[in-house]
């Protein structure tokens, strides 16, 4: 297997294990909290689910931080002892504990919307509004904004997990990601954070999510995208669009090997003026076998490539894009592996933590 199909897997493998981090403190402990009376209508505790982000994908997670002068909607769910959870149906009361760093601003059916106050995190407490017993707790935070950028919404492998994107033509939807700074004990911490009141102004294009929009017939061109979220002003990303690439290239730069009996995954990269050209349709030949892979594909410019019955010599693959095309062998040999390279990162959000260097917008 080599490193891109081992990197495919694990992320594969890791994105469902997010969601585990919804689990209320009573849920995830199956005890009270500490200085809690906690109310026997819930036994097993709550759920926190918070907004997805565009680039996630697999939603249902924990909340993220909210962006200070930003909403979240919280959903609240539990488990009434069959194993399945469903939508809190009890009356309750919302409680942000002080808020520190989130504050309640209303709650309605099972969903609770907050607000981000400062840089700090507290409790949002559910409780029952008749005896005041707690049904479960969940530590939430506040974040500073401080840059975005712009994310693609589907599944692609790219060099690294954040890549200086363009976008191909035709429909395409694409993701604003929020970053900001969050407190931690061991200092300040970035990460992506919510705004679910984020305005996203682009003549043309259509609204999809909170942090996301459509344009429904892209165009060559530089178009200006004007972002307006949290507690700071106007700011605008460049939202550009090619039709063609420079270069088309592996993205794993060593020699291709697959082992008999076995399989293994090449995957390409186009790229204008060194960025990474997002939403292309990806043309594949492999072994004479043509295979086309679009929007609704996982891994679009990805291919498989099966050894068969062969136990030497290579497998011609090709790949075309963006009006580039590339030629490589995949040899079949018995201790297949990479030539030294550079591994690639998936795109989508196998994590929310990122690095600060070379946000495009900063605030």
């Known amino acids: 297997m080599t490193r891109v199909s081992t990197l495919l897997s694990a992320a594969l493998l890791s994105v469902p294990l997010v969601a585990c981090n919804t689990a209320g403190e009573r849920a995830d402990t199956g005890e009270c909290p500490a200085g809690e009376v906690c109310s026997p209508a819930t036994p097993r505790g709550l759920h926190f689910i918070g907004n997805d982000l565009s680039d996630e994908l697999f939603g249902g997670n924990g909340p993220a931080p909210?962006?200070?002068?930003?909403?979240?909607?919280?959903?609240?769910?539990y488990d009434r002892g069959n194993g399945d959870r469903i939508a809190l149906n009890l009356p309750y009361d919302a409680d942000d504990d002080g808020g520190l760093g989130v504050t309640v601003v209303t709650h309605s059916g099972s969903v609770v919307t907050v607000e981000g106050a400062r840089a700090r995190s507290n409790y949002l407490r559910i409780t029952d509004p008749a005896t005041g017993e707690l049904f479960d707790r969940y530590e939430l935070s506040g974040a500073a904004l401080k840059s975005m950028r712009l994310v693609g919404t589907s599944f692609e492998v790219t060099p690294t997990i954040r890549p200086d994107l363009v976008f191909g033509t035709g429909e395409q939807e694409i993701g604003v990601a929020l970053i900001g700074d969050v407190q931690t004990s061991g200092g300040v911490d970035a990460t992506r954070i919510v705004d679910t009141s984020m305005v996203l102004d682009l003549p043309g294009s259509i609204r999809t999510?909170?942090?996301s929009f459509k344009i429904p017939n892209a165009q060559v061109g530089t178009y200006p995208l004007d972002v307006t979220a949290g507690d700071k002003p106007k700011a605008q990303l460049l939202v550009d669009i090619v039709a063609t690439a420079d270069a088309l290239t592996p993205i794993d730069a060593g020699t291709k090997t697959v082992q008999p009996g076995s399989s293994t995954t090449v995957c390409f990269q186009a790229t204008s003026n060194g960025r990474y050209i997002y939403g292309l349709t990806w043309n594949f030949n492999v072994d004479g076998q043509a295979i086309v892979k679009g929007k609704s594909d996982l891994a679009r410019n990805c291919i498989s490539v099966p050894a068969g019955n062969r136990t030497s010599g290579s497998i011609p693959v090709s790949a075309a894009a963006a009006g580039k095309q590339v030629a490589i062998n995949v040899l079949v040999?018995?201790?297949?592996?990479?030539?030294?390279?550079?591994a690639p990162e998936v795109s989508s959000g196998v994590t929310r933590s990122v690095p600060t260097a070379g946000d495009r917008a900063s605030m």
């Not at 909210?66 to 769910?77: F, H, K, M, N, Y």
């Open 333 to 342: 040999s018995a201790s297949a592996r990479s030539a030294a390279g550079v």
């Open 209 to 211: 999510g909170w942090d």
């Open 66 to 77: 909210t962006a200070i002068g930003g909403t979240q909607e919280v959903a609240l769910e």
